[in-house]
């Protein structure tokens, strides 16, 4: 209830400070997949939730529910904790979840805010799940400074299938190559 009315004006809010371009959202699946993204800012998963149709469940950081206003709005966004920097294994379950029901997970493969886009900057979690699901990922890179009346431009890829990896036990090495397989994607999105 809180997400369906809260999008649309919040959108509203965002049109007005920012000049929003989204390209390639016919590379956008029916039924379940992950978009994996670049992450420059807090304003990253904001902009997709508010522009991307359908609804995006986040891994967010555990930090974020600490304070229980925060934690009704990131819960009502669909946002999974996330311990950083650890295997959280509640949390993989939870994205895994959110596959097997149909619907959309996003993860940001560097797990943090990085400035600069580049190369082995991605960590294996993104890999894992897409992995283990078998799932198909969407790389997206996001351009913006976030200044106010800058462009936001949304560049969506071509999905990536993870589906010949689903039931295989992988190794760190194969799990780091198809890591940065995604991640290359989104570096190459970022230079359009």
Not at 96 to 113: A, C, N, T
Not at 140 to 164: A, H
Request: glycine share 8%; hydrophobic share 40%.
């Amino acid at each position: 209830m809180f997400y369906k009315i809260v999008k649309p004006i919040a959108r509203a809010f965002c049109r007005i400070f920012f000049r929003v371009e989204i390209n390639g959202e016919e590379n956008f699946l029916r039924g379940p997949f992950m978009v994996c993204a670049n992450h420059s800012s807090n304003w990253d998963p904001v902009m997709l939730l508010l522009f991307i149709k359908r609804k995006i469940h986040f891994l967010g950081k555990q930090e974020l529910f600490k304070n229980p206003f925060l934690r009704y709005i990131v819960s009502s966004f669909g946002m999974i904790p996330i311990k950083r920097g650890q295997a959280d294994m509640t949390a993989v379950k939870a994205a895994i979840k959110v596959l097997d029901s149909g619907e959309i997970l996003g993860i940001f493969p560097s797990g943090r805010r990085n400035k600069k886009l580049e190369k082995g900057q991605a960590k294996s979690g993104a890999a894992m799940i897409g992995a283990r699901c078998g799932s198909k990922v969407v790389p997206l890179s996001i351009i913006s400074s976030y200044k106010p009346f800058s462009k936001v431009k949304i560049n969506i890829g071509k999905p990536i299938d993870l589906s010949e990896y689903k039931g295989k036990k992988l190794t760190s090495d194969e799990l780091s190559e198809i890591s940065d397989n995604i991640y290359d994607k989104i570096i190459e999105l970022s230079k359009r």
